[in-house]
């Protein structure tokens, strides 16, 4: 059973530009979790994703935005990127039932904006 | 708004001794209360979670204590050792809305001297 990956581990971007964050799912997971969290700070959620669908968003723009694919694997997008932006995205997957609400995350990207 | 407040913001406890760490929580709908250990470079490993209808539940060395009325709940970990360096994340999540939606605390850096 392979657990969930992120790529790329580390992303050094300049503000304005795009950036895109990928996940795999842990196997037999069909529903992905984003989180952003910032130096010395918890996890703040951005969206989830359940079959190919946003399923609940957090107070984030819309300049985040998100895509899940049949395969359940998931990327995350951010648009004109700002200095705030920088922090360390986290990716969790779960699969919805009696334990639906465990998540499982990923070791995350490390994005940096300059 | 911040919806789960952690303290202390950090704790150093010796080999042997007892690590507490509490939340308190603002949403009286929340029905799942998971506690997360994160090792630096890692993202959250679930540790123990506990549902609203006990007031304690206890693995190993970790036990969770909570305070309906109050709004509150703890980390207790006896017996601490040195792998037990990292960072507690409590959160809560309403779980009939989105499963997999955490409101994380702003984190313990929990650190065990020798």
């Known amino acids: 059973e392979t657990g969930v990956t992120q790529s790329p581990t580390h992303l050094i971007k300049t503000r304005g530009q795009q950036v895109t964050l990928r996940c795999s799912s842990q196997?037999?997971?069909?529903?992905v979790s984003w989180y952003q969290q910032a130096l010395g700070q918890g996890p703040q959620f951005i969206f989830q994703y359940y079959r190919e669908e946003e399923n609940g968003r957090g107070n984030f723009p819309p300049r985040f935005s998100g895509l899940q694919f049949p395969n359940y694997s998931s990327e995350l997008n951010v648009n004109a990127l700002e200095l705030d932006d920088s922090a360390l995205y986290l990716c969790a997957s779960s699969l919805p039932g009696l334990e639906g609400e465990k998540l499982f995350f990923g070791s995350g990207t490390q994005l940096s904006v300059l | 708004q911040q919806q789960v407040k952690q303290s202390p913001q950090s704790l150093i406890v010796q080999k042997g001794g007892i690590s507490i760490i509490n939340c308190a929580y603002e949403?009286?709908?929340?029905?799942?209360f998971p506690w997360y250990q994160q090792f630096p470079g890692k993202g959250p490993a679930l540790l123990i979670a506990i549902r609203p209808d006990v007031s304690e539940k206890k693995e190993g060395r970790f036990t969770i204590s909570f305070n309906k009325s109050a709004k509150q709940f703890s980390l207790h970990i006896m017996d601490s050792q040195p792998g037990d360096s990292a960072t507690y994340f409590c959160a809560a999540s309403l779980t009939t809305d989105s499963w997999g939606k955490l409101q994380f605390g702003a984190g313990t850096q929990v650190v065990v001297t020798p």
């Open positions: 196997s037999g997971h069909n529903t």
């Open positions: 949403n009286t709908a929340f029905d799942y």
